[in-house]
């Protein structure tokens, strides 16, 4: 037997065999074809907000109230960074960039923190375009990382990190500009 829902008065009546509960059955279906039956108005379900602390306990308690206002601290965050990851930056502060196009060779020493150039050389400047023979050969790779370290000594910096890049080999015009590099006494850090 299906049971009978009195969806206005959210009253549910499930019938059994007893006579007592198709007599409630019954008059719950009829108390609803009454004309002087009233809807009662439906609120929405609000819970209350805590109470505020008074003046004297927050003094005591400054925890509470930032707990109130932060979220909670147990989720966890997410792409958190590693210690080592967070210092390292701080730790090998300069990055050496180094970029070979078929037209020209740019490097510069870069403030990882900062964002900032530090020393910039290219054989694209106006001082070098025109007195190399070549803007790509190995005479310029000598003369772009020796203008380089000369700069980045200017600077105070005494320590590079470089990392290649994804699948870069360290060998040829890469491998003339970071040997000059070293023979100016200027270390190459591990990335």
Not at 89 to 110: G, Q, T
Request: charged share 25%; aromatic share 8%; proline share 7%.
């Amino acid at each position: 037997m299906a049971s009978s829902i009195n969806a206005c008065a959210g009253v549910v009546y499930v019938p059994s065999h007893g006579s007592r509960s198709r007599e409630a059955a019954r008059l719950n279906y009829s108390s609803l074809k009454s004309p002087s039956f009233v809807v009662p108005a439906l609120r929405p379900f609000r819970p209350a907000a805590p109470a505020p602390l008074p003046p004297a306990r927050l003094a005591t308690f400054p925890l509470i109230q930032a707990a109130w206002t932060r979220r909670a601290s147990g989720e966890p965050k997410k792409n958190k960074k590693s210690w080592g990851q967070r210092v390292d930056k701080y730790m090998k502060p300069f990055i050496l960039d180094i970029n070979i196009s078929r037209r020209y060779l740019h490097a510069k020493v870069v403030h990882r923190v900062t964002g900032k150039s530090v020393a910039v050389a290219t054989t694209n400047a106006r001082d070098l375009r025109f007195s190399l023979p070549s803007l790509v050969d190995e005479k310029a790779c000598k003369v772009i990382a020796n203008l380089l370290a000369e700069r980045a000594k200017a600077a105070d910096v005494f320590a590079v990190l470089y990392e290649p890049r994804r699948n870069e080999k360290l060998e040829g015009k890469l491998a003339l500009i970071l040997n000059t590099f070293l023979a100016n006494d200027i270390a190459l850090l591990k990335g």
